[in-house]
Structures are given as structure tokens and as C-alpha cells.
């Protein structure tokens, strides 16, 4: 006879107890190692447009949110619309979700970023970068697939805060494409 693990029959938990924020004005605190990101940290929302040599050109929406829970790392998370020529949404574009991570170096941070992203597609990205004040280069150190996910073999990838406002830009091979830009975008804070 086994014994039966005591977690089996026990009673379900409360909500997760501990909070996680994008509010810098809130708790929990900003771990030290996160202090180079502290610009981005927040809800952000604008427009942006798409480009592929095997697809039309398209509008859409985002919305990325950068939170933290206190520990030395930021969760990310992003979520796009398609927008008709009228501002209309049209349908659910591309999400990600991930961890921007510093490397740690005798417990601090240092201006060296891993950047591990995951998105429905089946895509897994990790990247390597560096923080340099309010702008983030970042490029692929490796992506690893689903048999059913499209082809995508390297990005790379600009962030910087720029009049108060995120912009980035988004190049990526795929496809049998070379590197080759894709997405652009300008969002605004709209919390934190």
C-alpha cells in the first residue's frame, strides 16, 4: 500500500498571496537588480505597423505590460489587435509572454539582459542584450519551435523610451527570409 501524499486531499488554497504591480507607487518594491529597467516598467498602449516580404503590410494595436513581484525580474507581458483602415479592431494579433531578466554579477545587476519569450504560435525566443540608459538592444541567442510552428530562426530587437514613450522596432528571420524588419510600434503609458 502507498501512502497517500498529504496535498491530495487537502483543501484549496486562498488567491496567490503575494502582489505584483506595475505601479512603481505601489508594493511591492522594485528589487535593486531591476533599477536599469525602472523606465519600463508600466502599462503602455499605442499603434504600430507590420511588414514581411511574404505578407501584406498591416495597422495594428498593442498593448505590453511590464510588472514585477518584487524579485529580480520583470514579467512581460504583450498583446496585439489588427486595426482596419478606419481604427476598427478587426480580430486578435500576435501575444508574447516572458521575463526580462538582468544578469547577476556578485548579487547585482549589471547592464547585461536575458529575455526569455513564449507566444501561442509555438514560437519560443531567448535573447541576449544590454541596457543602455533608456534603450534595450536585444538579439536571439536561440528559438526553439513546435513541429507546427512557422519557421523563425533569429530576431532582434530595439526598445527605447523616447519623449515619454516606448518605441520599439522588431526585426526577425523566417520563413527562408533574412533578417528583415517586421514590427514597429509607439505606445504610451497608461499606468505606472
Do not use: C
Amino acid at each position: 500500500m502507498t501512502d497517500i501524499p498529504p496535498w491530495l486531499d487537502a483543501p484549496t488554497p486562498p488567491e496567490y498571496p503575494y502582489p505584483e504591480s506595475h505601479d512603481l507607487r505601489t508594493e511591492p518594491k522594485l528589487h535593486p537588480a531591476l533599477s536599469r529597467l525602472l523606465p519600463f516598467v508600466g502599462v503602455w498602449r499605442g499603434r504600430g505597423g507590420g511588414e514581411y516580404p511574404t505578407i501584406e503590410g498591416f495597422a495594428f494595436a498593442q498593448e505590453i505590460r511590464f510588472s514585477h513581484d518584487g524579485r529580480p525580474f520583470l514579467f512581460y507581458e504583450s498583446r496585439a489587435w489588427l486595426l482596419a483602415d478606419d481604427d476598427s479592431p478587426i480580430r486578435p494579433a500576435f501575444r508574447e509572454v516572458g521575463w526580462w531578466r538582468p544578469v547577476m554579477r556578485d548579487g547585482a545587476g549589471t547592464d547585461e539582459l536575458e529575455v526569455l519569450l513564449t507566444a501561442p504560435t509555438g514560437v519560443m525566443e531567448l535573447y541576449v542584450g544590454r541596457v543602455d540608459g533608456v534603450k534595450v538592444e536585444l538579439a536571439t541567442d536561440a528559438v526553439v519551435r513546435t513541429v507546427t510552428a512557422k519557421e523563425v530562426n533569429a530576431g532582434q530587437r530595439l526598445y527605447g523610451i523616447v519623449d515619454g514613450a516606448l518605441l520599439y522596432a522588431h526585426e526577425m528571420a523566417a520563413v527562408g527570409q533574412p533578417l528583415t524588419p517586421h514590427l514597429s510600434a509607439k505606445l504610451n503609458r497608461v499606468a505606472g
